[in-house]
């Protein structure tokens, strides 16, 4: 069963064969057209030679085939019949190029063939050269010996080979590393590089955040791991000029197991597939023409990926619970929070007395924004963009005992506005001081940001030293931005109302809904079991009975169970017959 019709020019499959030889070839000669529409799905009614042996004009030559040379598969019997038609409409291409047509032909499948067919008597170098695009298939193998759909074709085919090796079709790349997939454009070679990097440039606009910039070039780095994976085994002048060898659904079908295979999980790949859904229309809504996609196809191939988004949703809800998991085991405990941050108050002032640059700029604020975050339960981002100015413009109020800071740059500003930081006026007295740049050598003393480095660029990783500090303040275990802010929204969500732990989302500016999605820790085993005697309470009032009696064993049952358990053999010694003796109430397997 073939994917599509194969071109007799390029030697790729596609489905529409006649805008493929139109928009692509630019076959002008219309008999010529008939001819390769023919030549592409393998379909004639004239006389076919058999391929095997040298009789010609057979009537029947399906059954030729199976008599006289026993060709007992259907298949291989359909494959030598593709050829036989194919290699009768090469003939009649033949003569329509003897009869001399006011319009040139454009395909050269009846051609001579150069002499160097067959690979007899092929140098090393050249044979090497051929072996590169494997062209496979009904087409035939070039590995050393061409079988082909003509001796002629086969001709042409090599010479096609050729020809790739000096603009060959990208390949996938083999690792899910980031650098390895998208490397940085330097000669759009092809049509979907150039609609790629400008898909960056409108994605970017006029915004010149670091955000900003990291978030269009993912996109756009998503489109372009996908356009080149599609590109696979299409040849090189297809790509040149349109983007129609992205109709090809049953190879995009496979993009999601690909990806998998690469390593990326189900969250990333449903991302990938908004990102290139979103570039798709972008070209089609900007370069419709460029494209060369007709509108029924772009709608295909945007429908396929949404039916791929709809079906990764079930992997994405799985792996959020696997995740959560994993945060619950990995809560940041409250006591340890609690000693940290009364540790953390002395700590930051014995350091500024000590007026030390190395020390603030190291230990100092590693305290400052680990206590910060405890606090606020805010995203580091806030912190790495609060700058000095926003300091000093702090309002005040109560006798200038309570203090706030407003930043303008954090993750969900465009829902929740300016982020703000709520200080008592020990903890602005702190951010007031690092402010005056007092503590900073010459070399970052003109830093805009209150937490920077020794250079004065903004702390981007501030991992490492909050995890200094923590270990400084005497306490085990690592500690991360993440790790806290999870914890925050964990204790919220256990010991405050609903209407009071919406306040604390919004304050750490986090919608609730996705607090609750993506950084509540799984309810524990002891809490489960109590919403099960809950539903146990309901189903007991609605039938009139008591809770206990439903749920509970006999006490002889119980006994007798207990016995059996402490009395069974380890799983590795437990034998059949052992298991035959056992009484039919306890007959089925447990594992414990």
């Not at 006289?68 to 598969?73: A, E, G, R, V, Y």
């Not at 069974?568 to 052992?578: E, I, Q, V, Y």
Request: aromatic share 6%.
């Amino acid at each position: 069963m073939e994917d599509g019709k194969l071109c007799g020019i390029c030697f790729t499959q596609t489905v529409n064969i006649k805008q493929h030889l139109l928009q692509i070839h630019k076959v002008a000669n219309l008999e010529e057209l008939h001819l390769l529409q023919k030549y592409g799905s393998a379909r004639t009614t004239a006389v076919l030679d058999c391929p095997c042996c040298v009789k010609k004009g057979v009537v029947r030559l399906d059954k030729h085939l199976q008599d006289q040379h026993q060709k007992t598969s259907s298949d291989e019997r359909a494959a030598l019949l593709r050829e036989a038609k194919r290699a009768a409409i090469v003939k009649e291409l033949r003569d329509l190029r003897l009869s001399d047509p006011s319009v040139p032909l454009v395909s050269e499948l009846d051609i001579d063939p150069e002499p160097l067919v067959g690979g007899e008597g092929m140098e090393e170098e050249e044979d090497q050269a051929i072996a590169g695009p494997s062209l496979s298939g009904e087409t035939g193998s070039i590995s050393g010996q061409f079988r082909g759909p003509h001796p002629e074709a086969g001709g042409l085919l090599l010479k096609k080979c050729r020809s790739l090796q000096v603009a060959p079709a990208p390949v996938a790349p083999t690792s899910a590393q980031k650098g390895e997939h998208v490397d940085k454009l330097q000669n759009a070679d092809f049509l979907y590089e150039s609609l790629v990097e400008d898909y960056r440039q409108f994605r970017l606009g006029a915004r010149t955040r670091p955000k900003d910039q990291d978030n269009a070039k993912q996109s756009a780095s998503h489109s372009l791991r996908f356009c080149r994976y599609m590109a696979q085994g299409v040849a090189a002048d297809c790509l040149t000029g349109s983007l129609r060898f992205l109709n090809r659904l049953d190879h995009l079908r496979g993009y999601p197991t690909y990806l998998a295979q690469k390593g990326y999980k189900s969250t990333t790949i449903k991302n990938m597939m908004t990102n290139i859904i979103m570039f798709l229309r972008d070209v089609g809504k900007r370069f419709p023409r460029k494209t060369r996609l007709r509108p029924a196809e772009a709608k295909n191939i945007e429908y396929e990926l949404q039916r791929i988004q709809r079906d990764i949703q079930r992997e994405v809800l799985v792996h959020r619970q696997k995740v959560l998991k994993k945060k619950s085991a990995d809560q940041l405990d409250a006591t340890d929070s609690v000693k940290f941050l009364a540790r953390a108050k002395t700590a930051i002032g014995e350091i500024l007395c000590r007026e030390d640059p190395d020390e603030v700029h190291g230990l100092g604020m590693g305290y400052m924004l680990a206590y910060l975050a405890i606090v606020t339960g805010h995203w580091a981002v806030v912190f790495h963009n609060t700058t000095k100015e926003s300091v000093h413009n702090g309002d005040s109020w109560k006798s200038g005992t309570r203090f706030q800071v407003l930043v303008d740059d954090h993750k969900t500003n465009k829902t929740f506005g300016q982020a703000s930081i709520i200080l008592d006026r020990q903890e602005y007295d702190w951010l007031r001081l690092l402010a005056t740049g007092d503590f900073c050598p010459e070399e970052c003393s003109g830093a805009e940001t209150i937490f920077h480095n020794r250079s004065g660029a903004p702390i981007k990783q501030g991992s490492e030293i909050i995890n200094r500090a923590w270990a400084a303040a005497g306490l085990k275990g690592s500690i991360t931005f993440n790790k806290i802010r999870s914890s925050v929204a964990t204790q919220a969500n256990d010991h405050l109302t609903e209407k009071e732990r919406r306040r604390v989302a919004r304050a750490m500016c986090h919608d609730p809904a996705t607090a609750s999605k993506f950084y509540v820790a799984l309810p524990n085993g002891e809490r489960q079991y109590r919403d099960r005697l809950l539903r146990m309470k309901a189903l007991c009032l609605a039938s009139n009975t008591r809770p206990d009696r439903q749920t509970r064993p006999a006490a002889q049952s119980q006994r007798d169970l207990s016995q059996f358990i402490r009395t069974r053999p380890t799983p590795l010694a437990l034998s059949l017959p052992a298991l035959s003796q056992t009484p039919p109430a306890l007959s089925l397997r447990l594992n414990y």
